[in-house]
């Protein structure tokens, strides 16, 4: 039995949602497209999830295209929102996007457009004025996030969105991780396009939609056949539709008890401030997700306390550069200005709706040691060390 | 998730020889310690021996490493390796060792086990008070300005695990594992390594078809050749070689071979002159101060050229 808390990487589907998606991977194999009433039965509940995920949202049916994942959402938005301003060349991001977001930007960026990457002080938090400096009549698109998937600090949108639209610039969020999460409500809001992910919200992997705002001059990316009346060609993925939209019913049911998972994460974190000294939690002090927090355990490295929690049972994650393959810690973090004392060795712990006061007692119970064995094995324990100062100041110049 | 072996897990939940030594205070034992890395870079390892003066060796190691899994494992049985070996002996062991130690390391982890292999360097280098800047990473040419890794540092890296690939590089010293402006410069000292590899070999190639001519011929080769001999030009004795071939081959072998590894330790040489097959080199620097090690490297380099040029040549220092 593992104790699971890295629901930002992926949820468990939800028994219901399995359910609802089984028998279209059994007897109801037809394709909605075609011209006979074995396949045209499905068409009615694509339509029906479109529905769930439209009423999830506070947006209509037809403003919802499914797709397979967040990455292509977010990719299908940005293609998107050029195509419809082809004149205008400046897009304005912030530095703490989801590679799905950033790789698109350097990719444009060699094509000749300009991106401003818009910073974020060390809670995570965005800086209005900067945005507004950044703006101008050329600018095609402003894409943030609603919340980041490492920290759960969320962006204020509404005010993004207004000064987006006071320079005619098409207002894209990723909502990956806030969708299910926080109320959002797109009936009177400046989001033109808006990306979720099915996975995240206990639907299965590879199923995920675009918000397109209706009055859109929508462009697809993925061309060929009229499925999504030609907006995103491709054979349906019917199970998944199903599933996502039993997902977004269930999700907005669950979101009147979130402040369930609020007071979990908040134990969690209390009680690790409480008996792990050297301890910070990231983003702390902006509003965040119910579900998330990233904690920094200063002098020892996350991946190395990955592999003790995962003895343990422990699911969770690090930002820290060796879990990524890459040998950078996490660029959120960087882009928080955090000391390398505390990038290395975060770890964000992301709740669900299925996680118990149990899983956070076991974490409390374990965490302290860990650290502890670590610290022990560390030649660094305080930000003084004449080493650490030495090695900053060389690798400054 | 990183696949680590056994014996990784087993070190790392476990680890041997953690910790500090204390200084015993005690006649003929001397401790010291080494350190690499940095917070900043994600890893770091302080390397701290024990050493015994009279026997130039390790009564004891011990290690404290901030890192991940296979930076502590790879630190741990660094320790492990090393207890009981002399100075020399610990000198020669490689990154490959402590990998091989561990049954193994994940390719993009390797640069655990070079950062246990440059602790051991840095604590030995300061016991024998070479200094340690010479040795520093940030000294020289930086390739690599993201992680600091200088040309040095990739040359000996590539040059001692055989490396073909940029992402082997980056596994082995992180070298372009940050902005990536640098890849190119590393595939440069790839290609740069794999030609003198090559010019190395064609060096080897000519003083072993030297000491063929010198050989009789087999008599009865083995019928599984006789195929393949029919379809072979004859080979007739080359002519000797000629003064020219022979200070090309020798520059070529110093150049290649020897210097670097002088250049490392601080030190150089230089080839000064050929009389017959007397080869005439200065030796510079770090080396060239120290009588004992005059010696012993003259005959370092004897035996390179003597290996890959012509037997009988014969080194004198200058």
Redesign the interface.
């Known amino acids: 039995m593992v104790t699971y808390l890295d629901n930002n990487a992926t949820t468990r589907t939800d028994p219901e949602v399995l359910a609802a998606m089984l028998p279209y991977l059994s007897e109801l194999y037809g394709n909605p497209s075609s011209m006979h009433s074995f396949g045209g039965q499905v068409g009615a509940v694509i339509e029906q999830a479109r529905e769930q995920v439209a009423n999830l949202l506070g947006a209509e049916p037809t403003e919802i295209i499914f797709n397979s994942c967040g990455s292509e959402g977010n990719n299908t938005a940005i293609h998107a929102a050029l195509a419809a301003q082809p004149e205008k060349r400046h897009i304005v991001t912030t530095a703490v996007e989801h590679p799905a977001i950033l790789a698109v930007c350097k990719h444009l960026e060699k094509k000749g457009y300009t991106v401003t990457y818009l910073s974020v002080d060390e809670r995570g938090e965005l800086d209005l004025v900067e945005l507004e400096a950044a703006m101008t009549g050329g600018t095609a698109l402003v894409t943030t996030m609603v919340a980041n998937n490492e920290t759960g600090v969320i962006f204020p949108v509404e005010q993004i969105g207004a000064i987006a639209k006071a320079y005619g610039a098409t207002f894209h969020v990723d909502a990956v991780q806030a969708v299910g999460k926080v109320p959002l409500n797109l009936t009177s809001s400046p989001i033109d396009l808006l990306t979720l992910s099915g996975h995240k919200l206990h639907a299965p992997k590879g199923i995920g939609a675009l918000y397109v705002r209706k009055g859109f001059r929508f462009r697809p990316f993925l061309m060929g056949g009229h499925q999504e009346r030609g907006r995103r060609a491709g054979t349906h993925n019917v199970p998944g539709i199903v599933a996502l939209g039993k997902a977004a019913e269930l999700a907005q049911t669950h979101l009147v008890n979130v402040r369930r998972e609020a007071e979990l994460r908040d134990m969690l974190e209390y009680g690790l401030l409480a008996t792990i000294p050297d301890t910070v939690v990231n983003g702390g002090g902006a509003p965040r997700l119910p579900n998330t927090t990233n904690i920094g355990f200063k002098?020892?490295?996350?991946?190395?306390i990955l592999?003790?929690l995962n003895?343990e049972g422990i699911c969770a994650s690090s930002g820290?550069?060796?879990?990524s393959?890459?040998?950078?810690?996490s660029h959120v973090l960087t882009a928080m200005g955090l000391p390398?004392?505390i990038l290395?060795g975060s770890i964000r712990f992301s709740l669900s709706r299925y996680t118990t006061e149990a899983d956070i007692r076991q974490v409390l119970t374990v965490m302290p040691d860990i650290v502890e064995r670590l610290r022990?094995?560390?030649?660094?324990n305080d930000d003084q060390a004449g080493?650490?100062q030495e090695?900053?100041v060389?690798?400054a110049t | 998730m990183?696949d680590y072996s056994e014996k990784v897990?087993e070190l790392?939940?476990n680890?041997l020889n953690?910790?500090a030594i204390d200084d015993p205070q005690e006649p003929d034992v001397t401790v010291v310690f080494g350190?690499v890395g940095?917070?900043?870079c994600?890893?770091?390892?302080?390397l701290h021996l024990k050493i015994q003066l009279s026997t130039d060796s390790i009564l004891d190691a011990r290690?404290?490493?901030?890192?991940?899994?296979s930076?502590?494992a790879s630190s741990s049985a660094l320790t492990e390796i090393i207890k009981g070996k002399t100075l020399d002996q610990a000198l020669h062991i490689t990154n490959h060792d402590i990998a091989d130690f561990l049954g193994g390391l994940p390719e993009?982890?390797m640069h655990c086990s070079v950062m246990g292999q440059e602790a051991l360097e840095a604590a030995i280098y300061k016991y024998r008070g070479i200094a340690i800047e010479h040795h520093d990473d940030?000294d020289g040419t930086l390739i690599c300005t993201?992680?600091?890794i200088s040309e040095k540092k990739i040359r000996r890296a590539i040059a001692e695990n055989d490396l073909t690939t940029v992402e082997q590089v980056?596994n082995y010293v992180?070298a372009g594992?940050?902005c990536g402006s640098c890849l190119a410069g590393i595939e440069d000292l790839i290609l740069d390594a794999q030609q003198s590899g090559e010019t190395i070999r064609a060096a080897a190639q000519l003083a072993v078809a030297r000491e063929q001519r010198t050989q009789p011929l087999p008599i009865h080769p083995s019928p599984s050749f006789d195929f393949a001999q029919d379809r072979h030009p004859p080979t007739y004795p080359s002519p000797p070689l000629t003064n020219l071939q022979k200070i090309t081959l020798i520059q070529t072998v110093l150049d290649k071979e020897v210097r670097p590894l002088l250049l490392a330790d601080g030190g150089d040489v230089s080839l000064h002159d050929l009389e017959g097959d007397r080869v005439l080199v200065k030796l510079q620097g770090a080396c060239g101060s120290c009588p004992s090690s005059t010696e012993t490297l003259k005959y370092a380099i004897e035996a390179k050229l003597k290996d890959l040029v012509l037997p009988s040549l014969v080194v004198e220092a200058i």
């Open positions: 002098y020892i490295e996350g991946e190395a592999f003790m003895r820290s550069a060796c879990t393959g890459s040998l950078d810690p390398y004392t290395h022990a094995l560390s030649p660094f080493w650490l090695r900053d060389a690798l | 990183w897990l790392f939940y680890p953690q910790g350190e940095s917070i900043a994600g890893d770091a390892l302080r290690f404290q490493t901030f890192g991940c899994t930076a502590i993009a982890k940030d993201c992680y600091g980056t992180k594992g940050g």
